[in-house]
C-alpha cells in the first residue's frame, strides 16, 4: 500500500504540480490514516482491502480530536488517493465516495478597515534595511494582492519597473499558475527604498551561504526578500513581520498574512472594482472563490444601514391613532 502512496505523491508533484506544503499535507494525512489501519489488525494494510468501513473507522478515532475542516482535509486526502487507485484499476470503485463530508463552518475573510491596512503598511521605520523590507513586505501582500508563499518566492527579476508603473510576475502561483500583479505608487515607492537597502543584507550573509554552498548563495541572490542573515525570506517569518506591526495599527490578532490579501481584494470591491477584474489579480482558479468577498461587503452595507437609516432603528415614534 505505501508503494502505491509513494506513486500517488509523485503524481501530485509532477501532473498536478502541488506545492511542498499541500505535499507535506497530503503525506501527513494518508500516513497517519495508514497508521491507523495497521492498529486495527484486520483487514490486511493492501489496496484490495480497503473499504467504506476502514475509513470511517479513522474518521470517527477523529472526532472531538480536531475540528471538522480538518476531518474534511483528511477525508480530502484519502478520496483523492482512492481515485488515482481507482484510475490505475487497483480498486474497481472509491470506497471513499460513500462517505459524506463533514458539514464544516465557513466564516468570512478577516478584513480590517481600510485606515487599519494604511497603519499597518507605514508601521514599519524605513530607515533600516530590516524596517525597509518590512514596509515593501506588507505593501506587496496588500497592495498587489499576494498570498504569503508568493511573495517569499519572488525573485529580483520577477519586478518589471515602467516609469511610474511597477509589475509583479508571479511565477509560482498555486498549481504552478502565473499572472501579473500591478503595484500601487506607494507600494512602489516602498519597494524601490527596500532595494536600495537590500545590499547591506545580503552582504551580512555572505559569509554563512558560501559555507552552505553555492547554491544557497545564488538562491540568496535572486531573492526579492531576505532575512537579517541574508538568505531568502520564509513563510514564517512573513507571519512574524505582520504580527510585529498588527499592535500598532490596533489590528487583532486573527488577522494573518492572508487577512492583507482578503483586505485587498474586499477595499476594491467596496470601491467599485469588477469582480472579475478581482478574481484575475489575486490569480483564482474559480470565480466562486472570489465571490466570497462579496458577502463581506454585503455585511458591510448592512453595517451601515443599521447605523445611517431611520427605519432601521427601533426608535420611531407611534402613530396618533396607537396613542
Given amino acids: 500500500m505505501r508503494q502505491w502512496v509513494e506513486r500517488f505523491l509523485e503524481d501530485l508533484a509532477g501532473e498536478k504540480r502541488c506545492s511542498p506544503h499541500t505535499l507535506r499535507a497530503y503525506r501527513h494525512d494518508i500516513e497517519e490514516f495508514l497508521q491507523h489501519w495497521t492498529d486495527l ?3 490486511p494494510v493492501t489496496p484490495e482491502h480497503l473499504d467504506t468501513l476502514v475509513i470511517r473507522s479513522y474518521l470517527a478515532s477523529l472526532s472531538g480530536r480536531v475540528s471538522p475542516s480538518s476531518v474534511g482535509r483528511r477525508l480530502s486526502a484519502i478520496r483523492s488517493l482512492c481515485r488515482y ?7 474497481d470503485q472509491n470506497p471513499a465516495r460513500l462517505v459524506t463530508m463533514p458539514r464544516r463552518p465557513k466564516p468570512l475573510p478577516v478584513a480590517p478597515e481600510a485606515g487599519a491596512m494604511e497603519q499597518l503598511v507605514e508601521a514599519p521605520r524605513p530607515d533600516t534595511a530590516l524596517g525597509a523590507r518590512d514596509r515593501a513586505l506588507l505593501e506587496v501582500l496588500y497592495g498587489a494582492g499576494l498570498r504569503r508563499s508568493e511573495a517569499v518566492a519572488l525573485d529580483l527579476q520577477d519586478i518589471e519597473n515602467d516609469k511610474d508603473r511597477m509589475t509583479i510576475h508571479v511565477r509560482h502561483g498555486k498549481r504552478g499558475k502565473q499572472r501579473f500583479a500591478p503595484l500601487g505608487a506607494a507600494g512602489a515607492r516602498a519597494l524601490c527604498a527596500y532595494l536600495a537597502l537590500r545590499p547591506t543584507l545580503l552582504k551580512k550573509g555572505r559569509g554563512q551561504n558560501q559555507s552552505h554552498g553555492n547554491e544557497a548563495e545564488s538562491d540568496a541572490t535572486r531573492a526579492l526578500f ?12 512573513v507571519a512574524r513581520v505582520v504580527a510585529r506591526h498588527r499592535s500598532a495599527a490596533g489590528i487583532g490578532p486573527d488577522a494573518g498574512p492572508h487577512a492583507l490579501r482578503h ?3 474586499t477595499h476594491m470591491l467596496d470601491s467599485g472594482a469588477d469582480l472579475r477584474a478581482i478574481q484575475e489579480l489575486l490569480g483564482h482558479a474559480s470565480l466562486s472563490t472570489t465571490q466570497r468577498y462579496t458577502h463581506v461587503s454585503v455585511s458591510r452595507l ?8 431611520p427605519r432601521a432603528r427601533a426608535r420611531t415614534r407611534p402613530r396618533k391613532k396607537d396613542r
Fill in 226 to 237: 531576505l532575512n537579517f542573515r541574508g538568505g531568502r525570506l520564509s513563510g514564517r517569518s
Fill in 85 to 91: 487507485l481507482v484510475r490505475w484499476e487497483v480498486l
Fill in 41 to 43: 489488525a484486520s483487514p
Fill in 263 to 265: 483586505s485587498c481584494a
Fill in 302 to 309: 448592512l453595517q451601515v444601514y443599521d447605523d445611517a437609516h
